[in-house]
């Protein structure tokens, strides 16, 4: 059906260039408008926790299980935390099978998900390069950027692009996590540097507001 309606409709939003170039092979009429955020409005400002917690959180769902084990067994021992856990779902059940040390908080609904990254000082975003995942927005690097933690991501699209690359972390294999980690725990400079730089970067270049304004426009030429 989705494909039905995408050639049905006047024009198609993407979030990404990778999604238009797909979008577009069944419809040209497609406008790139990148995600955004509200930043500092409600639970998108800078956490005032990063302590209270374990040192790491990875904040996902249940379709990330292999993603995951991008970090390498058990990454970060009892200093990862996995946010967004369902205890019955069978992807969730095999994952904390593979992380037995780490923490586990629950999913939490959209009107206050972003407070699963409070109490921690670093976010992770692991991916595995697929034709699905490319697809993908990179809002795991502006909800970092929005709660003023560092973000250490797999070094494929999304997160591997020319606006945000010099201020994403990318490891390549599990000794890259550990050392980033390490690195930006032992390190303060490295740490505030990296935690600062994102944080100013997704206020300058996804302010929600900025986007919205293109939809009207695009509303508007109809």
Not at 79 to 91: C, F, I, N, R, W
Not at 103 to 122: E, F, R, T, V
Not at 168 to 191: C, N, R
């Amino acid at each position: 059906e989705i494909p039905a309606y995408i050639r049905l409709a006047d024009v198609v939003t993407a979030s990404t260039p990778e999604l238009a170039y797909q979008v577009s092979k069944l419809n040209k009429n497609v406008v790139v408008i990148p995600n955004g955020l509200p930043f500092d409005v409600g639970q998108f400002g800078k956490s005032g926790d990063k302590t209270s917690g374990t040192s790491v959180v990875y904040v996902a769902g249940a379709s990330h299980r292999n993603d995951s084990r991008m970090m390498g067994e058990n990454a970060f021992g009892n200093a990862l935390t996995l946010a967004g856990y369902e205890e019955k779902h069978p992807e969730w059940v095999e994952m904390k099978k593979y992380f037995p040390k780490a923490l586990y908080k629950g999913a939490k609904p959209a009107k206050s998900y972003m407070s699963l990254y409070d109490g921690h000082k670093i976010a992770v975003a692991p991916l595995v390069e697929d034709r699905f995942n490319i697809c993908k927005s990179n809002l795991k690097v502006l909800e970092a950027g929005a709660k003023g933690l560092p973000i250490i991501c797999s070094p494929t699209l999304p997160y591997l692009n020319l606006v945000d690359k010099d201020v994403v972390l990318f490891a390549e294999s599990p000794s890259d996590w550990t050392y980033l980690h390490d690195k930006l725990i032992k390190d303060p400079v490295f740490y505030r540097d990296y935690a600062e730089k994102l944080a100013s970067h997704v206020r300058e270049h996804y302010n929600i507001d900025k986007f919205n304004k293109l939809r009207q426009q695009v509303f508007d030429s109809f």
